[in-house]
């Protein structure tokens, strides 16, 4: 025990000793010039000291120093630092050395120029730090980074709390605690050989931030002559992406999905943009592979990619639905594209197989490009609804940044209509197989503007299917027997067909069918008139024909029905032409007589024609 007493006793000696070799460092112009040695080693700058120093021994020697100011040569950054605290080395100070164990660091503020200049700025800050020999920590607390634009400076970094290791001209890693945009993160920063980093040639560069929003990660090297560059392995993760987004001032282009992301490939990154190559990119579950660029021109973010995915699954975005709504009727919202403005993009995008909705489509290849505000989604080609399915949307904002102007063409080839139809327009009225072809544009301030001033024109041929919802040839047979016995609503049942031939013309918001004729063994069924896309009703008339037996090798038409369809999309009224089937009746002529010819009891029997 006794030969422990001086051990024990050891550190009350030095403190003794410090405090007796402390007035030969109390004078005022020793302590400045002992803290601006210490300052000067550690940035390679001539720091000011505008307020008072002092020198405490307890809890150990230490020199203080307040209102430091350190500016580099062009006056593009400039730090701050209300207090310093130098703490010495406890053995050289029994020597009259004053040697920095580490340097504290309260409150202070580092602002850069927010300009092409700060760069410049930085790289002769780290020149000088590349010239500095200290071994020593730097303990940041409650610090702050400010950007200044002109006179204005906006703080970018309000708080934090970190610990900078120096080793000299070797290496400077950084770790702590800072809040950026209102969140926390965790930084770890590591630059090793930073003496050839600032003579002009390469260094180790390792650095990862982590919090709420997100997580980043960057492996690699940088050097800074002839302009910053970085070269390595980048990785980020989020577990929402629509809040990362927010986080960073930016909108999701949907309104439903982007949750999980993960992002990692090598990139290459300098003051122009940046590049990733051998990417690997994993979104709400999809998994995609392909490379990336990021550059600036005139102040504009461009980006383009390519991805290539085997599977795809789009239903987190939303229902693939083309000229619907969810209450039947078109939103009257204003249409805002101002975030399509910010950045211009060029995408490209195949995939084996693409899942959206109900949807199914194999070996898709698609583009999206988004210039000057203008967007156009374009699939080339797709396998989907047992065919050939091809599609190009375009969207621009409207004049004077208002609304939008919007061209939709819509092509497939040999595809099942029900599958086609029921995905794309939520209506399932239509089977068989065959071809479809759908041009349509407008503009407005909302989508019910557009489509109240929807022009273009769809045609449609196909063949082996059936009208779902009325049972024509039954309904002829009966009619054909009992005239009257068919007054009333004849919906319900199919009408198959052998071929069916479409064609319209769109203007205003209304639909005229040119052309529509369905063709069976059976009967045949020819329609005109105008259906409002606007007010989503349908104004027709046609005649269907039950076709007899066959004279001279010709088939010949046993039984004709006039009828007319009223009523909206969803529940379609076909009614047959009252006039005519009370004429075909023996008992109702004996009744009315000559009154014959001018009886509408329905008042239904006019003509449907535009």
């Given at each position: 025990m006794k030969k422990l007493v001086p051990i024990l006793l050891l550190p009350v000696v030095l403190v003794l000793a410090a405090a007796a070799f402390a007035p030969k460092l109390a004078s005022d112009a020793r302590l400045r010039a002992e803290a601006v040695a210490a300052v000067r080693a550690a940035t390679g700058r001539e720091p000011r000291i505008e307020g008072p120093v002092g020198f405490s021994v307890l809890p150990w020697p230490a020199i203080t120093a307040e209102d430091l100011t350190v500016d580099d040569e062009d006056g593009d950054s400039r730090l701050m630092v209300p207090r310093l605290r130098v703490v010495l080395h406890l053995l050289p100070l029994l020597t009259g050395q004053a040697r920095a164990d580490h340097i504290e660091l309260a409150s202070p503020e580092l602002s850069i120029v927010g300009s092409e200049a700060s760069l410049d700025g930085f790289s002769a800050l780290v020149a000088g730090l590349g010239t500095s020999r200290l071994d020593a920590d730097i303990r940041v607390t409650d610090g702050q980074l400010l950007v200044r634009h002109g006179n204005v400076s906006e703080v970018v970094i309000p708080r934090a709390d970190v610990r900078l290791a120096w080793q000299g001209m070797k290496e400077v890693a950084l770790k702590?605690?800072?809040?950026?945009?209102?969140?926390?993160?965790?930084?770890?920063?590591?630059?090793?050989?930073?003496?050839?980093?600032?003579?002009?040639?390469?260094?180790?560069?390792?650095?990862?931030?982590?919090?709420?929003?997100?997580?980043?990660?960057?492996?690699?090297?940088?050097?800074?002559?002839?302009?910053?560059?970085?070269?390595?392995?980048?990785?980020?993760?989020?577990?929402?992406?629509?809040?990362?987004?927010?986080?960073?001032?930016?909108?999701?282009?949907?309104?439903?999905?982007?949750?999980?992301?993960?992002?990692?490939?090598?990139?290459?990154?300098?003051?122009?943009?940046?590049?990733?190559?051998?990417?690997?990119?994993?979104?709400?579950?999809?998994?995609?592979?392909?490379?990336?660029?990021?550059?600036?021109?005139?102040?504009?973010?461009?980006?383009?990619?390519?991805?290539?995915?085997?599977?795809?699954?789009?239903?987190?975005?939303?229902?693939l639905t083309i000229f619907d709504s969810d209450d039947g009727t078109w939103s009257d919202d204003p249409l805002d594209l101002s975030r399509l403005a910010r950045l211009d993009l060029d995408l490209r995008l195949s995939a084996t197989r693409v899942r959206a909705g109900n949807s199914q489509f194999r070996r898709m290849a698609a583009s999206a490009v988004l210039k000057n505000g203008k967007l156009s989604l374009a699939i080339g080609e797709a396998e989907a609804w047992d065919g050939i399915f091809r599609a190009a949307i375009h969207v621009a904002p409207g004049p004077n940044g208002a609304g939008a102007d919007a061209r939709v063409d819509l092509a497939g080839d040999d595809v099942a209509f029900a599958k086609a139809f029921g995905d794309i327009f939520r209506s399932q009225r239509l089977e068989g197989k065959g071809s479809f072809h759908l041009t349509a544009g407008g503009a407005?301030?909302?989508?019910?503007?557009?489509?109240?001033?929807?022009?273009?024109?769809?045609?449609?041929?196909?063949?082996?299917?059936?009208?779902?919802?009325?049972?024509?040839?039954?309904?002829?047979?009966?009619?054909?027997?009992?005239?009257?016995?068919?007054?009333?609503?004849?919906?319900?049942?199919?009408?198959?067909?052998?071929?069916?031939?479409?064609?319209?013309?769109?203007?205003?918001?209304?639909?005229?069918?040119?052309?529509?004729?369905?063709?069976?063994?059976?009967?045949?069924?020819?329609?005109?008139?105008?259906?409002?896309?606007?007010?989503?009703?349908?104004?027709?008339?046609?005649?269907?024909?039950?076709?007899?037996?066959?004279?001279?090798?010709?088939?010949?038409?046993?039984?004709?029905?006039?009828?007319?369809?009223?009523g909206d999309w969803e529940r379609p009224v076909v009614l047959?032409?009252?006039?005519?089937?009370?004429?075909?009746?023996?008992?109702?002529?004996?009744?009315?007589?000559?009154?014959?010819?001018?009886?509408?009891?329905?008042?239904?029997?006019?003509?449907?024609?535009p």
């Open positions: 702590g605690k800072l809040t950026w945009r209102g969140e926390p993160l965790d930084v770890d920063f590591a630059l090793s050989d930073v003496a050839r980093l600032a003579a002009g040639g390469g260094a180790g560069l390792r650095l990862s931030a982590s919090g709420p929003p997100a997580e980043f990660s960057f492996d690699g090297s940088v050097k800074l002559a002839g302009g910053p560059v970085a070269e390595g392995q980048l990785a980020m993760s989020s577990r929402k992406l629509r809040d990362t987004l927010e986080w960073l001032g930016l909108d999701a282009p949907t309104e439903q999905g982007f949750g999980a992301f993960a992002l990692r490939g090598q990139a290459l990154m300098s003051d122009q943009g940046a590049a990733l190559s051998s990417a690997r990119l994993e979104l709400d579950g999809n998994v995609s592979e392909g490379g990336f660029n990021l550059r600036l021109e005139d102040g504009r973010s461009i980006v383009q990619g390519s991805l290539a995915s085997e599977s795809v699954d789009l239903t987190p975005y939303g229902q407005g301030e909302s989508i019910a503007q557009i489509v109240t001033g929807l022009d273009g024109d769809f045609t449609l041929s196909g063949a082996h299917g059936a009208l779902v919802g009325m049972d024509v040839g039954r309904i002829l047979d009966r009619l054909a027997k009992r005239p009257l016995s068919g007054m009333g609503d004849l919906r319900g049942g199919r009408t198959p067909f052998d071929s069916i031939e479409l064609s319209a013309t769109i203007a205003g918001g209304i639909a005229r069918l040119a052309k529509f004729e369905v063709e069976s063994s059976r009967l045949r069924i020819a329609m005109n008139g105008k259906c409002s896309i606007a007010r989503r009703d349908l104004d027709l008339s046609g005649e269907a024909t039950l076709m007899g037996s066959k004279e001279a090798g010709t088939q010949v038409a046993s039984f004709e029905l006039p009828f007319i369809v009223r047959p032409d009252a006039q005519l089937l009370i004429r075909r009746s023996g008992a109702a002529r004996a009744l009315f007589g000559d009154k014959l010819n001018t009886l509408d009891p329905l008042g239904v029997s006019g003509s449907a024609n």
